[in-house]
């Protein structure tokens, strides 16, 4: 079974511009969840999606955004990138986030996004 | 609301000296708890995790971790270091699938980077 693929591995922008990045999940998991990492504020939640639909959100700005497709596969949208937007971006996927106890969440390799 | 304290940022352990990585959590449900492992320019990978049953969990690579309600702990061991156990440990903590706020949710603890000297 593969497992999560997130593209691309990295990514330099400009301040001001807008990055996409992409997580495929696992085949038949329906739960992605997004994650920030920096060496300061650690690893944060972004927002989780399932079949579609947003069903939770972190504390980020409207500048972060995410969508899923019928697929499962996900995206997140970041709009007028900052310096402090540069981070490693993970993604998360679970068949139906932690439904049972022998379910767990699977995690990419990230995304590393350098803002200059 | 959760949160997660791992004691110490940095650890240094001897090769097959006991390692030892400490994790606090508080949390308002039931919590389901996580310990992971980042090697440098990678994601994270489960180590082991506590959802209910029995409070000694057992993960890989010979670690593993004992869930005490009591002391609101779930402290990560291994009897013996090995070199290639050089890496972050990341301990989180779910609200499983309660519902609202937990989907997709793991709250993380700082870190911990552990080194094993040979």
């Known amino acids: 079974k593969a497992g999560v693929t997130q593209t691309p591995r990295y990514l330099i922008k400009t301040r001001g511009q807008q990055v996409t990045l992409s997580c495929s999940p696992i085949?038949?998991?329906?739960?992605v969840s997004w994650y920030q990492q920096t060496p300061g504020q650690g690893l944060q939640f972004l927002f989780e999606?399932?079949?579609?639909?947003?069903?939770n959100k972190g504390n980020f700005p409207g500048r972060f955004s995410g969508r899923q497709f019928s697929n499962s596969r996900s995206e997140m949208n970041v709009s007028t990138l900052e310096l402090g937007d540069s981070a490693l971006y993970l993604c998360?996927?679970?068949?139906?986030?932690?439904?049972?106890?022998?379910?767990?969440?699977?995690f990419g390799q990230g995304t590393r996004l350098t803002v200059v | 609301a959760q949160s997660v304290t791992q004691l110490g940022s940095h650890v240094s352990v001897s090769e097959g000296a006991l390692v030892l990585l400490r994790c606090n959590y508080s949390?308002?449900?039931?919590?389901?708890l996580f310990w992971y492992v980042q090697y440098p320019n990678q994601g994270l990978q489960l180590l082991l995790k506590?959802?209910?049953?029995?409070?000694l969990v057992k993960g890989i690579n010979g670690f593993e971790a004992e869930f005490k309600k009591s002391e609101t702990s779930f402290h990560l061991t291994k009897p013996s270091a090995h070199m290639s156990d050089a890496a972050e440990y990341f301990c989180?903590?779910?609200?499983?699938?309660?519902?609202?706020?937990?989907?997709?949710?793991?709250?993380f603890g700082q870190g911990t980077i552990l080194t094993v000297h040979p």
């Open positions: 998360a996927s679970s068949e139906v986030w932690l439904s049972r106890e022998d379910t767990e969440a699977f």
């Open positions: 085949s038949g998991h329906r739960s």
């Open positions: 999606y399932f079949s579609e639909t947003q069903r």
């Open positions: 949390s308002s449900v039931p919590p389901y």
């Open positions: 506590y959802t209910t049953g029995a409070t």
């Open positions: 989180a903590v779910s609200g499983g699938n309660a519902g609202g706020t937990s989907y997709g949710k793991l709250t």
